[in-house]
T-cell receptor
C-alpha cells in the first residue's frame, strides 16, 4: 500500500517565478491538506481540498492556490515567488467524514528554494 | 484559538537516559493532541495521539505522553533513549470543527542522543 507521495523532491526557482507541486494521497483517502514548513519552524496549514474544492484555508495569500483532481491527487501552485516562500512543503491525506482524531498521513515533502 | 508551545528547541540526552519533551497547549475547547516525529529529510510520522479516551497515551517506539488538563500539558516521554531517537519532534493540536481538521503545530524540539 503506497503512502502519500510528493513530487518533485527538490526544486529551485528564482523570485517572481511560478511553481507547481504535486501530491498523491494514501490509497483510500480522499482529502488532501497542504502545509508549509519553514526552516526551524513547525508546519503551517495552507489549505485543504475535498471533492475538488478548497474546503478550509489557513492564513496564506492568494498567491497560493491549489487543485484537486478526480483521482484525489492534488497540486499546490505558488505564483510570484518570494524569498520567504523557501520551505519544505508537506502534503497530508485523510478520509473525509472521519473523526478529528483520525490520523493524517504525511508525505516526505518537497523542498523549495527560491533564489 | 488553539495553540501549542514546545519548551526547549533543543534537548540533548545520553543513550539510555530518560527522554522528556515538553508541550503545553492553549484551547478554548477540549483539545485533541498529537506528537509527530520528523527524521532528517523526511515527512512527519505520527508517534501518538490523545483522543480523550485515556490520559496516558502509549505510542510507537516506546514513547508515551500524559494529558494533564490542570497543567494544560501533554509532555512526551521515553524511559530509555536510543541513538535512533535522534530527530525533530512536533506537538500539535487539532482545530476542532469536524473531521479532517487542520493541525496547529509547535515549533518543534530537536532531540540529540549522545553515545
Amino acid at each position: 500500500d503506497a503512502g502519500v507521495t510528493q513530487s518533485p523532491t527538490h526544486l529551485i526557482k528564482t523570485r517572481g517565478q511560478q511553481v507547481t507541486l504535486r501530491c498523491s494521497p494514501k490509497s483510500g483517502h480522499d482529502t488532501v491538506s497542504w502545509y508549509q514548513q519553514a526552516l526551524g519552524q513547525g508546519p503551517q496549514f495552507i489549505f485543504q481540498y475535498y471533492e475538488e474544492e478548497e474546503r478550509q484555508r489557513g492564513n496564506f495569500p492568494d498567491r497560493f492556490s491549489g487543485h484537486q483532481f478526480p483521482n484525489y491527487s492534488s497540486e499546490l501552485n505558488v505564483n510570484a515567488l518570494l524569498l520567504g516562500d523557501s520551505a519544505l512543503y508537506l502534503c497530508a491525506s485523510s478520509l473525509a467524514g472521519g473523526q478529528p482524531t483520525d490520523t493524517q498521513y504525511f508525505g516526505p515533502g518537497t523542498r523549495l528554494t527560491v533564489l | 484559538a488553539q495553540s501549542v508551545t514546545q519548551l526547549g528547541s533543543h534537548v540533548s540526552v545520553s543513550e539510555g537516559a530518560l527522554v522528556l519533551l515538553r508541550c503545553n497547549y492553549s484551547s478554548s475547547v477540549p483539545p485533541y493532541l498529537f506528537w509527530y516525529v520528523q527524521y532528517p529529510n523526511q515527512g512527519l510520522q505520527l508517534l501518538l495521539k490523545y483522543t480523550s479516551a485515556a490520559t496516558l497515551v502509549k505510542g510507537i517506539n516506546g514513547f508515551e505522553a500524559e494529558f494533564k488538563k490542570s497543567e494544560t500539558s501533554f509532555h512526551l516521554t521515553k524511559p530509555s533513549a536510543h541513538m535512533s531517537d535522534a530527530a525533530e519532534y512536533f506537538c500539535a493540536v487539532s482545530l476542532l470543527s469536524s473531521g479532517n481538521t487542520p493541525l496547529v503545530f509547535g515549533k518543534g524540539t530537536r532531540l540529540s542522543v549522545i553515545a
